[in-house]
């Protein structure tokens, strides 16, 4: 998927399930991530596109070693001075969950991410650069918009 798209159905889904904005364009903002590893100097230890750096465990786990960082008095800080604006110290886990967010866009697409011992998953809904691609990013916001609107109205 391209970034863009990405960071596009990341942030409707995002915002779908929390209601918050800020949140949600933060989680948005790390999509891109698995990718961004595999550059510079990402590649001595991700050679390849879709490899380790498209792992769901390694996210998992920066996501739950992000946790004890809530405690920091820099982010507790930070949350009593701009908490009104929606921050909350558990936003450090942003960066593991916009990863996880690509990851499950990227499997969606034809050629998917492998998932443990060299076993794939794809759902074969796109291929990445063509029309399905751009429809599929389409139809997830379609979808998710009246689902957060209705959501966020009743709570």
Avoid at 48 to 75: C, E, Q
Avoid at 102 to 119: C, K, P, Q, Y
């Amino acid at each position: 998927m391209k970034w863009s798209n990405h960071q596009i159905t990341t942030l409707a889904g995002a915002y779908a399930v929390s209601g918050n904005l800020p949140f949600s364009l933060a989680v948005a903002a790390f999509s891109h991530l698995p990718d961004m590893v595999e550059y510079g100097p990402g590649k001595l230890i991700f050679h390849r596109h879709r490899g380790a750096s498209h792992n769901v465990l390694l996210w998992l786990a920066v996501m739950l070693l992000a946790l004890p960082f809530t405690h920091l008095p820099l982010v507790q800080q930070t949350a009593e001075a701009i908490g009104h604006y929606g921050f909350q110290p558990w936003w450090v886990i942003a960066p593991g969950l916009g990863a996880l967010c690509h990851l499950a866009e990227d499997a969606m697409s034809v050629s998917g991410i492998t998932v443990w011992n060299g076993r794939k998953l794809a759902g074969k809904l796109y291929r990445t650069g063509t029309a399905s691609e751009y429809a599929c990013a389409l139809g997830f916001v379609a979808v998710t918009a009246p689902i957060a609107y209705y959501l966020h109205r009743m709570f």
